[in-house]
């Protein structure tokens, strides 16, 4: 995972994001493989950091960048 030490938010917005990484997570076929949730997890950081606070726009946002994401 990317370094996102200086990144700081409220419980509210970290209960957001929490709700939308678990809400992309569950759309993922099975088995899911932890670098998908990851690199879910890096796009909500990083879009919540952006100033997003819509949990379904963060799944959404993390969701594409993951089918635009190259394969390993």
Same mark, same amino acid.
């Given at each position: 995972?990317?370094?996102?030490?200086?990144?700081?938010? $409220?419980?509210? #917005?970290?209960? &957001?994001?929490?709700?939308? @990484?678990?809400? *992309?997570?569950?759309?993922?076929?099975? !088995?899911?493989? $932890?670098?998908? #949730?990851?690199? &879910?997890?890096?796009?909500? @950081?990083?879009? *919540?950091?952006?100033?997003?606070?819509? !949990?379904?726009?963060?799944?959404?946002?993390?969701?594409?960048?993951?089918?635009?994401?190259?394969?390993?």
């Amino acid at each position: 995972m990317k370094n996102f030490s200086s990144a700081a938010f $409220s419980p509210e #917005v970290i209960g &957001l994001m929490t709700a939308a @990484l678990e809400a *992309a997570v569950a759309t993922l076929p099975e !088995p899911v493989h $932890s670098a998908h #949730v990851n690199a &879910l997890a890096e796009s909500i @950081l990083r879009t *919540a950091g952006s100033g997003e606070r819509d !949990p379904a726009a963060l799944q959404r946002i993390a969701l594409m960048e993951l089918q635009l994401a190259p394969r390993n």
